[in-house]
């Protein structure tokens, strides 16, 4: 069983950077994919970021160019640096794991975090 805790969300201004932590825990961590998704208020939740096990990352397109996904498999910690931040990034972000990259991707991971809380204000 695999445990995410989510930390470093926060306010911001228009164009600041935040940078989000999720440190896992119960599984080996290097044998996971991991991504962050985000769910703003009344609206579904969507995929952000994804990093496999073997290091290759992909982005949504409205994040691509301002965010960065990386890990760091000796701290069993996945994090997700934003940058010039925008109103409409405001939102619940999520990580969740799975040792299988493509049902991660689709939101079909059986472990998620509790989330933390974006705010970004104009």
């Known amino acids: 069983q695999v445990q995410l805790v989510e930390s470093g969300g926060g306010l911001v201004q228009a164009g600041g950077s935040l940078r989000l932590s999720c440190a896992a825990s119960g599984g080996i961590f290097s044998l996971y994919s991991m991504a962050w998704f985000r769910q703003a208020p009344g609206k579904e939740r969507e995929f952000v970021a994804a990093i496999s096990w073997s290091g290759g990352n992909t982005y949504a397109d409205s994040v691509k160019g301002r965010f960065t996904i990386s890990r760091d498999n000796a701290q069993n910690t996945v994090y997700l640096q934003m940058n010039s931040l925008k109103p409409e990034d405001t939102a619940v972000y999520y990580c969740?794991?799975?040792?299988?990259?493509?049902?991660?991707?689709?939101?079909?991971?059986?472990?998620w975090g509790q989330g933390t809380q974006v705010t970004v204000s104009s």
């Open positions: 969740a794991a799975d040792r299988v990259l493509s049902r991660l991707r689709v939101g079909s991971s059986g472990y």
